[in-house]
């Protein structure tokens, strides 16, 4: 499983930079998916903190059953491979 999460890392961003190349409309794709998974990444986080804080329950406690929430991670997952596309495009622009 180790090793499929570090290949897909890798040919991802990858495969994202050549979708961006040959159709250029999937930039538009890719940028409104990542605004819209930071809106829900950040929603479920700061309603997750909001609960533990209303039940005055302790944090590390209750602040892992996030990480079950899989909403939560696809969007988490799609930022952690737009972040690595976007620093493919930033760093081949600067040459």
Request: net charge negative; aromatic share 14%.
């Amino acid at each position: 499983m180790g090793l499929l999460i570090i290949i897909g890392s890798i040919v991802s961003p990858l495969g994202m930079f050549i979708s961006r190349t040959y159709w250029p409309k999937s930039k538009t794709l890719m940028n409104s998916l990542a605004i819209l998974s930071a809106l829900v990444f950040g929603n479920i986080s700061s309603l997750a903190i909001h609960e533990v804080i209303e039940d005055n329950t302790v944090f590390m406690t209750n602040i892992h059953g996030l990480f079950l929430n899989p909403f939560f991670l696809m969007t988490g997952a799609y930022l952690g491979v737009y972040l690595l596309y976007r620093l493919i495009v930033w760093a081949l622009d600067e040459f």
